[in-house]
């Protein structure tokens, strides 16, 4: 079985500052993907990044940026000069190819003016 | 082009009635998955179509819920004699066949009554 956990229920970051949102997983697979997903009020999730398991190198959109270590299965988000926009339900998310998501719990950012 | 659309936005029913939620996919995804999203279950997985190939059904909770995919575009979730348990964020993702990427549509709130 797959599991992700945030160990993070809330975090709270000043505009213009970065914050680090938490992750970590478990699976038994060697070929997966792992997503963080943003989810405003609005409902819509929306894709931040996604990081394939194969890759050594971090994947980066933008001001979000992630810190991939896989021999401690730890996936954490990093948002750089946040913004008003950015505040959130942020959900990490782990896919082993062509399978479903397993979300963990969800960090709910807020973003001080 | 076009997101995943749900309908109805919102649903209020009474318990006991049964529920007809309605997903369409991006055009030309052929995989459609479902979700559910409720406050003391996180988000689970329910169902999921790919292409012309038995559904993957082991998501779903009770014998109440199904779901059908016509003509390997639009789905339809279907909660039989509801309960209030059953109260929840629906949502509907769908991606390309053989890419990892789940894109969601903004998702059907189920209120029962």
């Known amino acids: 079985a797959q599991t992700v956990t945030q160990s993070q229920p809330e975090m709270s970051v000043q505009e213009a500052e970065t914050v680090t949102l938490s992750c970590t997983y478990d699976t038994s697979e060697s070929d997966y993907y792992l997503f963080w997903y943003k989810q405003p009020p609005s409902r819509q999730m929306i894709l931040v990044i996604r990081q394939e398991a194969y890759k050594q190198q971090n994947a980066t959109e933008n001001r979000f940026s992630v810190n991939f270590q896989k021999a401690a299965k730890s996936f954490s988000l990093k948002i750089s000069d946040s913004q008003l926009g950015d505040a959130a339900m942020y959900f990490c998310?782990?896919?082993?190819?062509?399978?479903?998501?397993?979300f963990g719990t969800g960090t709910r950012l807020a973003v001080r003016p | 082009g076009a997101g995943v659309s749900q309908s109805p936005s919102n649903k209020v029913t009474e318990k006991g009635k049964d529920v007809e939620l309605r997903c369409d996919p991006i055009?030309?995804?052929?995989?459609l998955y479902w979700y559910r999203q409720s406050l003391g279950q996180g988000l689970e997985f329910l169902i999921y179509?790919?292409?012309?190939?038995?559904?993957?059904k082991s998501g779903l909770p009770s014998d109440r819920f199904s779901a059908e995919r016509t003509g390997g575009s639009v789905s339809t979730l279907t909660i039989q004699r509801t309960q209030q348990e059953d109260s929840a964020v629906y949502l509907c993702?769908?991606?390309?066949?053989?890419?990892?990427?789940?894109?969601f549509g903004p998702g059907t709130r189920l209120t029962v009554l």
């Open positions: 179509f790919q292409g012309n190939s038995a559904p993957d």
């Open positions: 993702a769908s991606s390309q066949q053989g890419a990892p990427t789940q894109y």
């Open positions: 055009s030309g995804h052929t995989a």
């Open positions: 998310a782990l896919q082993s190819s062509g399978d479903k998501l397993t």
